[in-house]
């Protein structure tokens, strides 16, 4: 089988046919970086989401799913930086609304057709003076390549920007699949969140769009950690505008020919801005993938995965550069999920450190080499069942202390 | 209530009546350091026991488990450092048995009366004839003053020893409880483990110190946090020689007038250890009390308390004195336990930071001055129901990231 889906270079969430993106500073941030942003279609699109499991949801996710509950269509997503709108009580959720309504007017689109978002602060008020005066201004920066405005508007801590975007054959028709992304740490409330942004121009229902994003989350997304904690106000959201082929293609249904390349190709997004997170994580070093095999299940090994790569000392370990299996496995009997103790596999790259649960004698330099590069390889085989799965993270640094001990100020 | 039990100062596990302990440098720590030790009881001392719940269990507590499962007794604990026995396959488990075995002949105690235990490297074989020679010495060094000599013997990375002794009134006589307890990473391969040691000379049925150990466990032991991580060798283990009063007091039991005496003051034994482990955490330069309480039930608290206690970002926040409470509501919101999110209070000492879930204006640099001593505690309401929990651990600082991140040779 050949490549079901090919990356396009430079492109980004407007490459979609109908999507516009914009972004400028309205004053949220203290520098002048860009702290509000937009995406926009030519026409309402087919959207879905995924919220934060965080029983303290901010108030744009309360507004974001109302929009999406009323007729499973968005055709505008506004976001701000440099303050989560999360507890903030009534205030907070009347801002959130106004947030909405100004956009709808700005863009001339239906409130019900405009989700909102923000990232930053917990606890402060919206600064609404500021954020009105910004959407006001929006739409006339709304560029056919406005991709890296966007992605610059939705930065906090970050260091780098996130962005991909691929395009897939549907019925003979090429259709494109886009995603944006910031996060750093899971949660650091002075500047907060992960979010991540899709775009695509195929026909596809919400239903079926949502169940897609449902799916490719919880294998990509929802398999990283920066240091296990959950913001309040991370979001996933995609639109599909339908416009692919001037929207005369047949409808994308799992039954549809082409439905496999479109969920690779789909998934290969999310896959892509997740681990850009990873790799960006706050003070990493190193990206760090963790693939777990011959599970239970694949829960199983989903849960193996994410204690794994959750490890304080796993992530200390990958940082000093030692190889140090004792770690793993130690998180690995502690994942409450079934192990066979006697048949456990433990390699680092190419490196055999632990087989059938026996230490393995390794050249330790070379181990040392290997993880002193800036992606490392943990791989499980528990060889019991089918189940598999990989997560991903970073490793732990004094620059990750530095960062979340420092002053909110 | 007066107070119910009495700090012994200066008191240690050979306090209650009829035990003695020894250690001495076998050879398996490189310094000359005590790395074996053992408590001995003059008779068979009813005993029990809690252990890790990591599936790979190291090939000690096998034994010891074996052993209590005798007949309910034991009359020596011998323990090694610098060396864990855990991943070490068949070997390991013969050499666990001929620990015991040799134990036993060298006291001259039945072989189902020994327990062993272990904490150090993981995977590497454990050098018997070190083992052998230092077991042979041991009986001539025990000591009715001798428990600071077993104190180091199972210290590893720990900096300091921790030991305490209380005493309390049963039937009008004077009983003892003492512990002595090693742990600084909940794991660090390296030199690793938790291990607690309890004695008493109260008389008191297997079963009902069994009873007591584990629900005294549960609020004090399980209740610390170091960095999430939870050893192969963790192990708690009491020891009643049934000696106070020559033994002609009548049995404890849960209807015995001072039960509730006896089991305060079994209760601060466990405190005082599990805190003291959590403020010897590695690279620590505090000890974090977090209660809660209004929660739905106990289980709920203690599973948010543990929540909150285990945040990296917490953690990092008190290293830094930053009286960041969004971390704090954050970890709270995603314990997986019920809250309502509109009513909690979140207290740093007498400083409230939020009450009914809005910010509280609060004197920065106040809070900042709280948060730069060695004790800082975290108190969160819920205001929903009856629950309450009590956990502790210590702040997240570049000393842990060092700790850990060095080379294990």
Redesign the interface.
């Known amino acids: 089988m050949g490549q079901l889906f090919t990356v396009v270079e430079g492109g980004g969430v407007t490459t979609p046919k109908g999507f516009k993106a914009a972004g400028l500073h309205c004053g949220l941030k203290k520098t002048n970086r860009y702290d509000l942003g937009a995406i926009v279609c030519e026409v309402p699109a087919a959207a879905a989401g995924v919220y934060t ?4 949801q901010a108030a744009p996710l309360k507004v974001t799913r109302e929009s999406l509950g009323r007729d499973g269509k968005l055709q505008a997503m506004v976001v701000n930086s440099g303050n989560a709108n ?2 903030t ?1 009534k205030q907070g959720e009347a801002d959130a609304y106004e947030m909405r309504s100004a956009a709808a007017a700005a863009f001339g689109v239906e409130e019900h057709h405009v989700g909102v978002t923000s990232t930053g ?4 008020p919206l600064p609404m003076e500021k954020v009105r005066r910004g959407l006001a201004g929006l739409p006339e920066r709304l560029k056919a390549d406005g991709s890296e405005d966007f992605c610059q508007a939705i930065l906090t801590t970050d260091l780098v920007q996130k962005m991909t975007c691929v395009s897939v054959q549907v019925g003979g028709q090429t259709v494109y699949i886009a995603g944006a992304a910031k996060g750093s ?1 899971m ?4 500047m907060a969140t992960m979010l991540g942004f899709m775009t695509t121009d195929a026909k596809i229902s919400t239903a079926n769009l949502q169940a897609l994003l449902s799916k490719v989350t919880d294998e990509t997304f929802n398999m990283i950690t920066v ?6 106000n991370d979001m996933v959201v995609v639109m599909a505008s339908g416009l692919a082929g001037n929207g005369d293609s047949a409808e994308l249904t799992p039954e549809h020919p082409d439905w496999a390349a479109f969920q690779a190709a789909f998934q290969y997004v999310g896959e892509y801005l997740a681990k850009a997170i990873a790799r960006d994580g706050e003070g990493a070093t190193k990206l760090i993938e963790v693939s777990v095999t011959g599970a239970a299940s694949d829960e199983a090994a989903r849960a193996i995965a994410k204690t794994v790569i ?4 796993v992530k ?2 990958c ?2 550069a ?1 190889a ?4 793993i ?6 994942a409450g999920q079934p ?1 066979q ?1 006697e048949t456990v596999d433990i390699r680092l790259g190419d490196i055999v450190t ?1 087989e059938q ?3 393995v004698r390794f050249d ?1 330099e070379k181990a ?1 080499e290997y993880l002193k590069g800036d992606f490392v390889h943990i791989h499980v085989d528990l060889h019991m069942g089918p189940g598999q799965a990989t997560a991903w993270g970073c490793d ?3 620059e ?3 960062i ?6």
Not at 53 to 56: C, G, L, S, V
Not at 324 to 327: I, K, L, Q, S, T
Request: overall charge neutral; some cysteine; proline content about 3%.
């Open positions: 499991t965080n029983q303290f999360a507890c009580g602060v917990i606890g402060e740490g949660i650091h409330p002075n240091d296990g904690d959950t913001s309040t959750g490890s304080s000392l200390s370990a940082f000093g030692d140090n299996w004792g770690r496995i130690a998180a690995v009997g502690r192990v103790t632990l649960s026996r230490p330790e040392a732990l640094t004094y990750y202390v530095r979340n001990a420092a002053y909110r100020t």
